[in-house]
Nanobody, 124 residues
Framework: VQLQASGGGLVQPGGSLRLSCVAS????????IGWFRQALGKEREWVSC????????FYADSVKGRFTVSRDNAKNTGYLQMNNLKPEDTAVYYC??????????????????WGPGTQVTVSS
């Protein structure tokens, strides 16, 4: 499966963005969809994941209550709704597809399907 994230951009603090992760080459309904982000000069950080088995969702503490992960299997697309954005959310955001929601490090997702990222900048 090939993934393409989109929807990034420049937003003011407190604003919202919705990222999309569109799949091709296979259907997403048998994959968990994870989201990571990488700020300049920092390691890639796990953000969220949604299971394909029962739709269970998982969030990093830093985004819990502000971000919502979802999926639309009919559109072969995953989403990350980001509300109340903060400057520290500025990063390149990546989506990844895997068998299950693995752990919170990129090493845990070895062998998974990564797409190119989309830049999110939160600034006034």
């Amino acid at each position: 499966v090939q993934l393409q994230a989109s929807g990034g951009g420049l937003v003011q603090p407190g604003g919202s963005l919705r990222l999309s992760c569109v799949a091709s080459g296979d259907t997403l309904d048998s994959y968990a969809i994870g989201w990571f982000r990488q700020a300049l000069g920092k390691e890639r950080e796990w953000v969220s994941c949604i299971s394909f088995i029962d739709g269970s969702t998982f969030y990093a503490d830093s985004v819990k209550g502000r971000f919502t992960v979802s999926r639309d299997n009919a559109k072969n697309t995953g989403y990350l709704q980001m509300n109340n954005l903060k400057p520290e959310d500025t990063a390149v955001y990546y989506c990844v597809a895997a068998d299950i929601c693995w752990g919170s490090t990129t090493a845990d997702w070895t062998g998974s399907h990564w797409g190119p990222g989309t830049q999110v900048t939160v600034s006034s």
